[in-house]
């Protein structure tokens, strides 16, 4: 077994094809010349079985040789299947943070050699990472642009601010535990943030929103909140490094009197004040933009929602209501009068066509639990929303947001089987029948348990008083309706299954639709 510095000098040797001198090693993995030699001794008896061998030469130093070139590829694919773990994280983030640097310093230039140095890798490394960043910046409407002088990122001002935003959302930990609550911030957003601008940065940002929600008299969403946050950190950090790119199309699109932009404006000439530069007049837009295309935290009680109506318009209600049709034709089930689905779905609504017409992207932290847990629904959700956005906007709908609307539908799903009719099969006697029913009640408190009857009774009574449902701790014959099988105590997987049966059977109808639609 090699160490992993051990790898990293053999694959760096993979790529040279002349000597290279121990001093070179020793300065590119920052150790001495008396590691790096107990390093390639060690490298020479684990390539001893191989048919690659370490060659060294007298004041010209070492160079991996082999017969055939298929040799070194095999060898590099042996070293990339042992540190795949490993070396695909390590490379992962370094990518990242390469990215970071390239965006943050955008429109400035630089060269293989200063990032092969600042990110302590070779130049033929560096060459591998511009590469995967060359794909990943691309669909983002960015250029990675090589010339004789130097190595850019180019694009306009908001795509960069996007792209430093997604790099930074990523390795945000939203989950992270830790009992301190730095303000509105979860504690892995604080620190992700932190590391990334520094803590007085965050601590005055964190004000300045503070002061923000105090003027609109309405809190932002988390994940909205934590957007604007991570932008108006990058806004700073590129002004006090010079770097903001010119838009010579810029111009104001609402009234001077618009309240939510003189917000803007007052937060403009409080971040100047900070870092002490000026900021071109577009910056109050690129925060009023940011704030309309935010959602509104809302808070629940007894009473219901909290709803800031006078944020909604009749386009999103519009849209609403059309997205609420759209999907209960994919299920077969009428979702019209369901307020819960038509109050949620349009908080989120409206600035969702913000979003969709300044090309604004917000990260959903859940996304994977979501496209795993609700299959059915975020499908069909997807399927439901083409329907309706493409007659109103060019711009797709990110998979994010498909997975912020999907559980509004789930939630109205399952608020569809609050009120069954239901019947019990049980042959393990009446004391268990009586359990039985009484945990299932506690369960469901508003299902109506018609009768307990043994097996051999289900059919006729089933004729008789057509149940929606049919619970069982015992086999039965094929009947019409629904069944779910059970322990005659009724354990937590039991109640997951009735609840999934229920949903499933719901969605049964809408897979042959949505198979229909997508095909």
Request: charged share 20%; proline share 3%; aromatic share 8%.
């Amino acid at each position: 077994m090699i160490t992993s510095r051990q790898h990293k000098i053999l694959r760096f040797l993979l790529q040279q094809r002349e000597y290279v001198t121990l001093f070179k090693l020793a300065e590119q993995f920052c150790v001495s010349k008396k590691t790096i030699q107990r390093d390639l001794s060690i490298i020479s008896a684990y390539l001893s079985d191989s048919t690659v061998s370490l060659e060294k030469k007298v004041g010209a130093g070492v160079i991996l040789f082999a017969e055939n070139a298929t040799d070194l590829l095999q060898l590099e694919l042996q070293l990339n299947g042992e540190i795949e773990d490993t070396d695909s994280i390590m490379g992962h983030s370094r990518r990242i943070k390469m990215a970071s640097w390239l965006l943050s310093e955008t429109p400035k230039e630089t060269s293989i050699n200063k990032l092969s140095e600042r990110f302590y890798i070779s130049n033929a490394s560096v060459v591998n990472d511009l590469k995967i960043i060359e794909d990943w910046i691309t669909p983002l409407g960015l250029q990675l642009v090589r010339s004789q002088s130097g190595t850019r990122i180019k694009g306009n001002e908001n795509n960069v601010r996007q792209a430093m935003a997604t790099l930074i959302n990523g390795v945000i930990n939203h989950q992270e535990l830790g009992s301190v609550n730095h303000s509105r911030l979860d504690p892995g957003s604080y620190k992700a943030l932190v590391q990334q601008f520094g803590e007085d940065e965050v601590a005055f940002v964190q004000v300045l929103l503070q002061e923000m929600e105090q003027e609109l008299s309405y809190p932002l969403g988390e994940t909205y909140y934590i957007n604007l946050f991570t932008h108006i950190l990058i806004m700073m950090r590129r002004r006090s490094q010079g770097n903001l790119l010119d838009n010579p199309e810029f111009v104001s699109r609402t009234s001077q009197d618009d309240p939510i932009l003189v917000v803007a404006g007052n937060m403009v000439e409080k971040i100047e004040e900070y870092i002490t530069f000026s900021l071109p007049d577009e910056e109050v837009w690129f925060i009023y933009q940011y704030i309309i295309s935010s959602g509104v935290l809302v808070s629940e009680n007894h009473n219901g929602n909290s709803l800031h109506t006078e944020l909604f318009s009749d386009e999103a209600r519009d849209i609403t209501s059309e997205l609420v049709t759209s999907f209960s034709q994919l299920i077969n089930i009428d979702l019209s009068d369901d307020s819960q689905l038509y109050d949620g779905l349009v908080v989120h609504i409206r600035p969702l066509i913000n979003r969709l017409h300044y090309q604004i992207n917000i990260r959903n932290p859940l996304l994977d639990d979501i496209r795993n847990e609700l299959v059915d629904v975020y499908n069909l959700t997807r399927v439901a929303i083409e329907k309706v956005f493409t007659r109103c906007t060019e711009q797709k709908v990110s998979d994010d947001e498909v997975g912020y609307l999907a559980v509004h539908f789930q939630a109205a799903i399952e608020r569809q089987i609050t009120h069954k009719r239901v019947l019990l099969v049980c042959s393990t006697g009446i004391g268990t029948s009586h359990l039985l029913k009484s945990r299932i009640l506690r369960a469901f408190p508003d299902w109506d348990i018609i009768a307990s009857v043994p097996a051999s009774n289900l059919q006729s009574v089933n004729e008789q008083m057509a149940p929606d449902l049919v619970i069982s701790t015992v086999h039965i014959p094929e009947v019409d309706v629904p069944v779910v099988y059970v322990t005659a105590f009724l354990n937590d997987t039991d109640l997951q299954r009735i609840t999934e049966k229920l949903i499933t059977d719901k969605l049964y109808h809408s897979r042959d639709v949505q198979s229909a639609l997508l095909s």
